[in-house]
């Protein structure tokens, strides 16, 4: 089992930044990549972000490549996801999740999730 906790949602005026966290534990070497995807009311959940738990290596969505930043630290505890220029159409409930497959942009992939952290941009 892989436990996820995502924190640092909140209301953002677009233009600003925000800093999402995702904290992980327990079988985390099982962990081929962490995700972050997003929901918002009436759509499906989407895929933002992603990163390869050994090598580093990222993929972004085309909606937010070159605005949001996904790193790891390197204990391998912990991902996060920088969001500048927050636009208004990002306000979503954001998720961390965790996979051991290769299909790192395939939610159905994704084994473990965190509860979601709100995130709110304002215009």
């Known amino acids: 089992q892989v436990q996820l906790v995502e924190s640092g949602g909140g209301l953002v005026r677009a233009g600003d930044s925000l800093r999402l966290s995702c904290a992980a534990s327990?079988?985390?070497?099982?962990?081929?990549?962490l995700g972050w995807f997003r929901q918002s009311p009436g759509k499906e959940r989407e895929f933002v972000a992603s990163?390869?738990?050994?090598?580093?290596?990222?993929l972004y969505a085309d909606s937010v490549k070159g605005r949001f930043t996904i790193s790891r630290d390197n204990a391998k505890t912990a991902v996060y996801l920088q969001m500048n220029s927050p636009k208004p159409e990002d306000t979503a409930l954001y998720y961390c999740?965790?996979?051991?497959?290769?299909?790192?942009?395939?939610?159905?992939?994704?084994?473990?999730w965190g509860q979601g952290t709100q995130v709110t941009v304002s215009s």
């Open positions: 999740a965790a996979t051991s497959t290769i299909y790192v942009t395939d939610r159905s992939r994704y084994a473990y």
């Open positions: 327990g079988r985390t070497f099982s962990i081929y990549a």
């Open positions: 990163i390869q738990w050994s090598s580093g290596t990222s």
